[in-house]
């Protein structure tokens, strides 16, 4: 909490001074970011980029407000397994096993899929293949949380694609399960140089959203979980009455569909969906955080912010490396169509000689 503090404390005395677009461009340019990322890539290459994913996104959550938190999952999967590359984003019938067919990623919505292919269509057609499905799912997640409530930020761009699959095995090692402990999370966080804030403002993300039975019923059977509310209990046997029952709930009770702090009112209502999020009120190293995001919207934006620029710098690939798929789905050497096209092209030049 030591080093959030001071920055905090300058972002309140900044807020009565300055007018709010200055504000964010403080947060902003006080942020690490690594080299080959910058806060203005795409200004000449496709400078209306982030306008059209916002554009496009307002219509997706009018129609839909649940993808939201559909997109900002599938941007920490994305960023957790083998960095911010895309590599959630590939299917992999075609090509062997990706991450999408790992266990974890069983419940991750087959929409959001489609919204960032949807997404890649229109910002490729405005400006050609410069944008890569990396950055696109970065800036969509970005416009998930501001759409559903939660604060605006700039995202450092110039993320490549990734020309590797994430192996099952990656993808179990790099996501921790619900049933972990917060031990688990911060061992496990640390390995990415995240500390104890960091795991608590990024456990944040589940103030929307919602979870399967399976992901919290060892809290319910065969024994009760004693750090849970009786109540709260009740409902959730109601909802998932044995094991196995594929049913789903909120996972933030008291505003489900919104971008807010009342995550941490439920944890300190012991009213947290899973294991990993209501343990974050019970060990003594995260509880004040907990607490101090609960009593203070701004503080929990700020450090979520901060942190979520940090995870959206994981193990990027820049400059030469990886590339700019023109299907998110698939890598370009993998493309049948790009393939083809390029014999198109190349008998056209065969032609013209
Ligand atoms: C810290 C470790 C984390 C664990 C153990 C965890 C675990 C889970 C699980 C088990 C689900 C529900 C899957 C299901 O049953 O359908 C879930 C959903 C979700 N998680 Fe996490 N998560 C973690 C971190 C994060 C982070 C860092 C973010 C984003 C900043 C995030 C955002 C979400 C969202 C938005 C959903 C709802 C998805 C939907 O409604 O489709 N989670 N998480
Ligand atoms: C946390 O979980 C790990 C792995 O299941 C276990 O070994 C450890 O004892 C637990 N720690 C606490 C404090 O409960
Ligand atoms: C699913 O949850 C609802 C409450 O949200 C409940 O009425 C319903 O019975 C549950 N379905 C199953 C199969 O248990
Ligand atoms: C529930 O599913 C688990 C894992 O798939 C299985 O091991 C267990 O036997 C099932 N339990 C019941 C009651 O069907
Ligand atoms: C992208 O690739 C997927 C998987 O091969 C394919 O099903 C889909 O039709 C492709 N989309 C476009 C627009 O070419
Ligand atoms: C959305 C998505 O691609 N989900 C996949 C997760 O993995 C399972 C296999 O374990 C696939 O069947 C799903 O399609």
Known sequence: MDH???????????SLLLAPYFLATEAQTSAHIVSGLS????????????????????????????????LLRLHFHDCFVQGCDGSVLLDGSASGPSEQEA?????LRAE??????????????????????????????????YLSG?????????????????????????????????????T????????????????????????????????????QDSTMDKKFAK??????????VTNTTVLDIRSPKKFDNKYYVNLMNREGLFTSDQDLYTDERTRDIVTSF?????????????????????SVLTGKRGEIRANCSVRNSDNEYLVSVVEDEVEETRSEL
């Open 188 to 223: 496990s966080l640390a390995t990415k140089n995240f500390d104890a804030t960091d795991v608590v403002a990024l456990s944040g993300g589940h103030t929307i959203g919602i979870g399967h039975c399976t992901s919290f019923e060892e809290r319910l059977y065969p024994n």
């Open 294 to 314: 609960a009593e203070d919207e701004t503080l929990f934006f700020d450090n979520f912010v901060n942190s979520m620029i940090k995870m959206g710098q994981l």
């Open 235 to 244: 409902k959730l046997k109601i909802i998932c009455p044995t094991t196995n």
């Open 150 to 186: 939660g604060p605006d930020y700039d995202v450092p761009l110039g993320r490549r694609d990734g020309l590797s699959f994430a192996t099952q095995t990656a993808t179990l090692d790099n996501l921790p399960p619900p049933t972990a402990n917060t031990s688990t999370l911060l």
């Open 4 to 14: 959030v503090a001071p920055s905090f404390t300058f972002l309140l005395i900044s």
């Open 112 to 145: 959001a899929f489609e919204i960032i292919n949807d997404l890649r269509e229109l910002v490729h057609e405005e400006c050609g293949r410069v944008v890569s499905c990396a950055d696109i799912l970065a800036l969509a997640a970005r416009d998930s949380v």
């Open 39 to 70: 806060w203005t890539y795409y200004k000449s290459k496709c400078p209306k980029v982030e306008s059209i994913i916002r554009k496009h996104l307002k219509k997706v959550f009018r129609e839909d407000n649940g993808q939201a938190a559909g």
């Open 103 to 107: 266990p974890p990623n069983l419940s």
